[in-house]
């Protein structure tokens, strides 16, 4: 139907309207004067039926384009809502989609969260057991073989990262709410890497102003979030390289409201495609995580009043970084 | 003064149990292993202690609530809780009864045996 009206339509549709009127004006004038050839062909009979047959003609033939044209209209009318319409139906799908697997997300988070909380408060017990049960081994045999102790070792580092795993587990599944204090940045750097273990092939490089201003966040959440931001550098260097820590005073609204703390790696990078879900709960980029270190960070970090953003180059090394806010009076 | 420092560890996980009292007694401390609150509280009546270690989730009586019921016989006492997960209403409570501190399990042994040092210092130095 569209194909036709458009033929009938424009110059080509008047120049043959044109041509219908000219020859409905003068076939009856030529019938009748084959069928009578003693009647001259141009008489005034002839005359006036060609005439009105010609402007009835052409009545209809403007009456049928009116039509066509009306038709064409209302024809892209609909197109146009039928496209308008398929695209809500495209939005409304992809946000009932959204939905559904935010509804998932969460319906699955909440499992794991209650299993988490549960599994890992029943490890912790027989995991202390195993730990004591070393410490009183490497007290009782002080002097024995290199052999034996590195195998003690070996047994304290996978409790350690068990314990670590569960901590995970348990801070993912429930997070308390942070106990904000005044924290000195140098202090809480300190403490950090002190309680990391840092290969031997890892350098380590601190980079602190002399004069950062005071934090205000909960010290044992914000040492947590460094701590696995540190692991995780160190481990992204199996075959060493450079740690870099450093720390300056930010600000987002023209003041210094907040300290910046980067935590830089030299290893093999992040790929581009994995950036966006480092932070996503059950993704992980190692073989033996869970995926719930970056989002437990997260979490203090964000019940805190920071942020946490991650930047990789690939082959480049990654730098995690936090910002924290300050003491309330010196923002 | 005693020759070595008496601990009570109270537990209800016999493994956590023994592997405590063993470090404590390599260490030099007299160590007496009950294995519920309610055994807790009778030691306590019974014999005079240095120190408890004592975990928070046990069967019967927990252990916010054998603190309290200890702090009852022996408000001195120093008492310091384990736990493999303590909830903060469990913290405060602890707190607010007098703990010395909560160690989250696997507890650290040499923060422990530091705190146990400090406190046979305090003995001698009252002497």
């Given amino acids: ?13 008047w120049g043959l309207g044109l041509l219908l009127v000219l020859i409905m004006a003068n076939l009856s004038a030529l019938i009748d004067s084959v069928e009578h050839p003693e009647i001259p062909y141009f008489n005034t009979e002839h005359m006036l039926v060609g005439g009105i047959t010609a402007l009835v003609t052409a009545f209809f033939y403007l009456l049928l384009m ?4 009306n038709l064409k209209k209302k024809e892209q009318q609909i197109q146009l809502l039928n496209e308008e319409l398929e695209a809500k139906i495209v939005e409304r799908t992809r946000q009932l989609r ?18 988490s909380s549960s599994v890992g408060h029943e490890l912790r017990n027989p995991l202390g057991v195993m730990s004591n049960a070393v410490f009183f081994l490497k007290t009782v045999h002080a002097e024995a073989d290199t052999t034996t102790k590195e195998y003690l070792e070996i047994i304290q580092q996978e ?17 308390r709410p942070p106990q904000q204090q005044l924290v000195n940045v140098a202090e809480l750097v300190r403490q950090s890497l002190g309680r990391c273990t840092l290969p031997g092939n890892v350098a380590v490089s601190v980079a602190l102003p002399a004069a950062l201003p005071t934090l205000h966040v909960d010290p044992t959440q914000m040492e947590q979030v460094l701590v696995n931001c540190i692991t995780n ?12 820590v450093a720390a300056e005073s930010r600000s987002t609204d023209g003041a210094n409201n907040f300290v910046e703390i980067a935590i830089t790696d030299s290893g093999e990078g992040i790929a581009p495609e994995n950036i966006g879900n480092l932070f996503q709960p059950l993704f992980s980029t190692r073989i ?9 960070c997260k979490n203090l970090v964000e019940a805190n009043g920071g942020t946490i953003k991650a930047e990789s180059e690939p082959g480049k090394g990654a730098t995690f970084t936090v910002l924290l806010p300050l003491e309330k009076d010196k923002r | 003064m005693r020759e070595k420092l008496k601990i009570l560890a109270v537990d209800d996980d016999q493994p956590m149990l ?3 009292c063993d470090i404590l007694r390599i260490k030099g401390y007299e160590c007496l292993p009950v294995d519920s609150g309610e055994k807790a509280v009778q030691a306590v009546h019974l014999e005079e202690f240095d120190c408890v270690l004592m975990d928070i ?3 019967g009586i927990d252990g916010v609530t054998t603190l309290m019921l200890i702090k009852a016989v022996t408000p001195d006492t120093p008492v310091v809780l384990m736990s493999a997960n303590a909830r903060p209403e469990q913290i405060a409570a602890a707190k607010r009864y007098g703990a010395v501190t909560i160690l989250t399990k696997p507890i650290d042994f040499p923060q422990v045996l530091s705190f146990l040092t400090g406190l046979r210092k305090e003995e001698s130095g009252e002497e």
């Fill in chain 1, 1 to 13: 139907m569209s194909e036709q009206g458009r033929s009938f339509t424009g110059a080509k549709g």
């Fill in chain 1, 66 to 69: 009116k039509y066509v044209a």
């Fill in chain 1, 98 to 115: 959204d939905a559904q697997e935010e509804l998932v997300r969460k319906e699955k988070l909440f499992i794991i969260g209650e299993l």
């Fill in chain 1, 159 to 175: 409790i350690n990262t068990s314990l670590r795993i569960i901590t995970d587990l348990l801070d993912f599944a429930q997070i």
């Fill in chain 1, 233 to 244: 550098a160190v481990q992204a260097m199996p075959e060493g390289g450079t740690l870099r």
């Fill in chain 1, 288 to 296: 033996n995580g869970l995926g719930l270190g970056l989002v437990v």
């Fill in chain 2, 18 to 20: 023994r592997t405590i």
């Fill in chain 2, 57 to 59: 989730k046990m069967a």
